[in-house]
């Protein structure tokens, strides 16, 4: 009797295939790991990586690239299995893009009001360096 088919659900990845797969180092996904961020089956010393693992990291290397502190990205990803899961989930996050939207302009502003005084500066700088020779 032939064995039966492996289905998609049934994939598994290593740790090397993991990290490989997202561009990340071991350790990085080690240290998600260690925060309980994703929980790899373990399967003597050896980590054995199931779909929900990797979106979980895929979840959590998103929230990183848009700045998200990892307290945020937990509780965003733990909305998902509570009750409402997704619901709950997509109004939480719409929340935390407005409030992290508004940080981002403000730096931006920032940065913007940093780079005309600057380039003032610099205008005055070369005026003066000018008038001495």
């Given at each position: 009797?032939?064995?039966?088919?492996?289905?998609?659900?049934?994939?598994?990845?290593?740790?090397?295939?993991?990290?490989?797969?997202?561009g990340v180092t071991h350790r990085t996904v080690r240290h998600y790991e260690d925060l309980g961020l994703i929980t790899p089956e373990r399967r003597g010393t050896?980590?054995?990586?199931?779909?929900?693992?990797?979106?979980?990291?895929?979840?959590?290397?998103?929230?990183?690239?848009?700045?998200?502190?990892?307290?945020?990205?937990?509780?965003?990803?733990?909305?998902?299995?509570?009750?409402?899961?997704?619901?709950?989930?997509?109004?939480?996050?719409?929340?935390?893009?407005?409030?992290?939207?508004?940080?981002?302009?403000?730096?931006?502003?920032?940065?913007?009001?940093?780079?005309?005084?600057?380039?003032?500066?610099?205008?005055?700088?070369?005026?003066?360096?000018?008038?001495?020779?």
């Amino acid at each position: 009797m032939p064995a039966p088919a492996s289905t998609a659900v049934d994939e598994t990845w290593t740790i090397r295939e993991v990290a490989d797969e997202f561009g990340v180092t071991h350790r990085t996904v080690r240290h998600y790991e260690d925060l309980g961020l994703i929980t790899p089956e373990r399967r003597g010393t050896s980590r054995v990586y199931h779909r929900r693992d990797r979106t979980r990291l895929a979840l959590i290397l998103r929230g990183k690239r848009l700045g998200f502190p990892l307290e945020e990205i937990r509780t965003i990803i733990d909305l998902y299995d509570r009750p409402r899961g997704k619901a709950s989930q997509l109004e939480y996050v719409l929340g935390q893009i407005d409030e992290r939207r508004s940080d981002l302009e403000q730096r931006r502003r920032d940065l913007d009001d940093a780079l005309t005084e600057l380039g003032e500066f610099e205008r005055r700088c070369r005026a003066d360096l000018a008038r001495l020779a």
